[in-house]
């Protein structure tokens, strides 16, 4: 069965743990894993230690090799399909979004520099994002989350990581009612199995994707997860790879 890695961190720059590509794939040895969502890791992106961070021309040029690497890994690596996502942060760079990049990623935790939400850019960012009908990877505080979906971005293609484990928790968005949306989307990494099968219990399987959270999460174990999962082949199959690659199409 074929399997796509919905949640891989990614990069040559940040090395603590290691998360390039060869580090990956080693990490996937043995496992039908083919394919990886890549994103870069966070320390290539901001100063996540820094709540009062403040961009500037070194950061920028920090955010643009982080980028490229994707974009040549996806072009390089062989026998191995690299999906490359665009990481949005102040700047709101939606002129990069034409170079190859199959979706974004849009992340903050709570003791973080925050995004600029008020910027008119950002605005101008999330219509290119819905012109071009790209997924985000939304990581986000509950309230923004919320925010997010039901006004910023309605009809935007969101997916919630970790079954929105650190976006407010999995049962407060499901009694928010956004698992019910059609446009929101959940990845399994690093969640319970408890919010897993719920999941699948509740709303099924069209919208649910698997993903890893590499290096933080284990691809063998996040993907025993999904295969002891007490549903049919091709449910696992949607769950593996086929949302993903209908969301990317």
């Known amino acids: 069965m074929r399997v796509i890695d919905s949640h891989v961190h990614c990069g040559i ?30 320390g290539e992106v ?12 070194e950061w920028r040029k920090i955010r643009a090799k982080a980028h490229d690497y994707l974009l040549v890994i996806a072009s390089s690596v062989k026998d191995f399909v690299v999906y490359p996502f665009f990481f949005v942060w102040n700047d709101f760079a ?12 849009w992340h903050r935790h709570s003791n973080e520099p925050k995004y600029n939400y008020n910027d008119p850019a950002c605005e101008i960012m999330i219509n290119e994002i819905r012109k071009r009908s790209m997924p985000v990877v939304l990581e986000e505080e509950f ?8 006004e910023r971005a309605v009809g935007v293609k969101v997916i919630i990581p970790h079954l929105g484990l650190l976006n407010g928790g999995y049962s407060r968005i499901k009694s ?3 698992w019910d949306l059609p446009n929101v989307y959940a990845d399994t990494a690093l969640a319970d199995r408890f919010a897993i099968e719920d999941y699948v219990k509740t709303y099924g399987t069209e919208k649910l994707l698997f993903g890893s959270d590499f290096p933080f999460g284990d691809p063998k174990r996040e993907l025993r997860k999904i295969m002891d999962l007490s549903i049919s082949e091709s449910e696992k199959a949607r769950i593996l790879s086929e949302n993903i690659l209908q969301l990317m199409k």
Request: with cysteine.
């Open 94 to 105: 939606w002129q990069e979004l034409d170079r190859g990049f199959k979706g974004i990623k």
């Open 143 to 150: 309230t923004e989350t919320v925010v997010f979906i039901r």
């Open 46 to 57: 901001y100063d996540r230690y820094d709540p009062s961070f403040v961009d500037s021309p």
């Open 176 to 178: 928010e009612g956004l």
């Open 13 to 42: 720059q940040d090395r603590f743990p290691p998360q390039d590509i060869e580090t990956y794939r080693a990490a996937c040895k043995g496992l039908p894993i083919g394919g990886a969502v890549v994103f870069p890791p966070v």
